[in-house]
């Protein structure tokens, strides 16, 4: 069974106080939270694409000779050998999509807030007095 936390052990105004405190500096900084989530996301999308692409060079030409195989020698453990592969194939190209879709909208929020920036209208010079 699985047990529940006890909450009533939790010091709630610090909790509130705390969150109270975080959230002016989350407002203050948001756009350079913006673009570092948008540089991290091109990051971790570009590892994922990669090592899908690891993934699948690897995989493939092991499929394409264990399936020749089996249709010589059907045994259970070559199939379930094949199973494993295709399992290991099929996953390392959605790691590659996934990867290449995280990486390409982390590009596109980070195109999106340039394009923002540039389109953000001048303010007037200060009046002398």
């Known amino acids: ?3 529940m936390p006890d ?4 010091d709630w105004a610090k909790v509130i106080s705390l969150s109270f405190s ?5 407002y203050k900084y948001r ?3 913006r673009k570092v989530t948008d540089v991290m996301a091109e990051a971790i999308g570009f ?4 090592g899908g692409l690891y993934v699948y060079t690897r995989t493939l030409p092991e499929v394409q000779t264990v399936a020749i195989q089996l249709k010589a020698d059907p045994s259970v453990s070559l199939a379930d050998h094949l199973r ?17 879709l995280v990486s ?12 923002r920036d540039r389109m953000k209208p001048v303010p007037p010079p200060p009046k002398r007095k």
Do not use: N
């Open 1 to 3: 069974m699985l047990s």
């Open 104 to 115: 390409v909208f982390g590009l596109i929020g980070r195109l999106e807030a340039t394009l």
């Open 31 to 33: 756009t350079a939270l």
């Open 47 to 50: 590892i994922a694409l990669v």
């Open 84 to 100: 494993t592969l295709d399992l290991l194939y099929f996953g390392s190209i959605g790691l590659m999509v996934l990867g290449g």
């Open 7 to 10: 909450l009533s052990q939790v």
């Open 22 to 26: 975080i959230i002016p500096v989350v």
